[in-house]
């Protein structure tokens, strides 16, 4: 499980406010360099899903504090975004809320057969996570320590939306 880094934390403190004020939830803030720029991601989401008008809304206000407060020394792209209907799950507060819905979980290595397992997220702690597998695969309840896991994803069946 990641924390937030001190970048990462400055910038949650002053976006959560403004995401708070226009009934957002902030899911992920990242500072990365990628090739020469460096990237701020603000991961936004809602219960009724993430519009642009959102994260425009989002956008102008958050980027006004950053100016007033400069908590980054150098030059940055600001970008906020949907976290995404599949988001990865990698920080407590992620698994904490997505306790009770169905992942998908991609192993290191061959985990009782299989390399990616989609299971019910029964509960989690700084070691393990606590599974069941669907009733098609046995309906078993096991845990899958989290040193053994590649990453771990929201899963959204697809093939039932059509």
């Given at each position: 499980m990641?924390?937030?880094?001190?970048?990462?934390?400055?910038?949650?403190?002053?976006?959560k406010?403004?995401?708070d004020?226009?009934?957002?939830?902030i899911?992920?803030?990242?500072?990365?360099k990628?090739g020469?720029?460096?990237y701020?991601?603000?991961?936004?989401?809602?219960?009724?899903?993430?519009?642009?008008?959102?994260?425009?809304?989002?956008?102008?206000?958050?980027?006004?504090?950053l100016?007033?407060?400069?908590?980054i020394?150098?030059?940055?792209?600001?970008e906020?975004?949907?976290?995404?209907?599949?988001?990865?799950?990698?920080?407590?507060?992620?698994?904490?809320?997505?306790?009770?819905?169905v992942?998908r979980?991609?192993?290191?290595?061959?985990?009782?057969?299989?390399?990616?397992?989609?299971?019910?997220?029964d509960?989690w702690?700084?070691?393990?996570?606590?599974?069941?597998?669907?009733?098609?695969?046995?309906?078993?309840?096991?845990e899958?320590?989290?040193?053994?896991?590649?990453?771990?994803k929201?899963?959204e069946?697809f093939?039932?939306?059509?």
């Amino acid at each position: 499980m990641k924390k937030f880094g001190g970048t990462e934390q400055k910038v949650y403190g002053l976006a959560k406010p403004v995401a708070d004020e226009l009934g957002l939830l902030i899911w992920d803030v990242r500072f990365e360099k990628e090739g020469a720029l460096w990237y701020l991601r603000i991961f936004i989401d809602s219960e009724n899903g993430v519009s642009i008008s959102d994260c425009e809304a989002m956008t102008r206000p958050v980027s006004k504090l950053l100016d007033e407060h400069d908590p980054i020394p150098q030059g940055y792209m600001l970008e906020v975004g949907s976290a995404g209907i599949e988001r990865e799950l990698f920080r407590e507060s992620h698994f904490e809320a997505s306790v009770g819905t169905v992942v998908r979980i991609r192993m290191i290595r061959e985990f009782n057969g299989k390399k990616e397992l989609v299971v019910l997220l029964d509960n989690w702690d700084k070691e393990k996570l606590s599974v069941t597998a669907s009733d098609e695969d046995g309906g078993e309840s096991f845990e899958i320590p989290l040193a053994e896991i590649a990453f771990v994803k929201l899963y959204e069946d697809f093939d039932e939306l059509l």
